[in-house]
């Protein structure tokens, strides 16, 4: 019986941590665009442009 006078005051203070990181995450903008992350991942930064075409070559 004595140790719920330790766990519940710890218990209250991870769960104010964890909200407050919950809220902090809503501020910060982490979950406002869920669709485009999901997508971002299908898309190949990696290829080069191609090159612009000469404007000398076609005179």
Known sequence: MESLLYLIPAM?????????????????????????????????DDDKPLPAPNKEKEK
Do not use: H, P, T, V
């Open 12 to 44: 209250l203070l991870l769960g104010g941590l964890g909200l407050a990181g919950f809220l902090w995450a809503l501020k910060s903008g982490q979950y406002d665009d869920m669709e485009g992350n999901a997508a971002r991942i299908l898309y190949d």
